[in-house]
Structure formats: C-alpha cells, structure tokens
C-alpha cells in the first residue's frame, strides 16, 4: 500500500481536534489500529482514509492535496464552534 499521508500531518490534524485515538476511529467507524497507523507510517486505505478526512474536516482540519501525486501535503484549520 503507497503511502498518501505524512505521519506527523495526521498527528496534526488529530491533535487539532483534541480527539483520542479511539474516539477519531469510533466517530470514522474504522478500527484504532487504523488511526494508528495513519499516524506511524501513512499506510491506510482509500475508504479509510476518507471515512477519517471527514471527521477531521466537521472538526475544522481541511486536508490539502498535491493534485500532481495526490498526497496530503498540508493543513488548513478553521476554528468550530465550541471547538477552541
């Protein structure tokens, strides 16, 4: 499985959102280990992935993508009510 996330992004984004580990993968509906390994190597499916961008953009993290590899390459916060 290619890598399409930098470790530390994820870290980030999940960090921004102040959710734990299980809390993210139970709000995604994917395993922890899931979580886990998007934040240690980078490595998760497609559908996962997308199930966990969605829970982070409703909490305020805009993923931004490299249109000529199609990897995250950054973040964009925007600040949700009751969030900060």
């Known amino acids: 499985m290619k890598k399409i996330f930098e470790p530390s992004i994820a870290r980030a984004a999940r960090a921004y959102t102040r959710l734990g580990h299980i809390e993210l993968a139970e709000k995604a509906g994917v395993t922890s280990r899931t979580v886990y390994k998007l934040e240690k ?4 499916t497609p559908a996962s992935l997308d199930k966990i961008m969605k829970v982070l953009r409703v909490n305020g993290v805009t993923l ?3 249109e000529s590899t199609n990897e995250v390459c950054g973040l964009k916060f ?3 009510e009751g969030l900060n």
């Open 41 to 44: 190597d980078g490595r998760v």
């Open 78 to 80: 925007t600040k949700v």
């Open 64 to 66: 931004i993508l490299d």
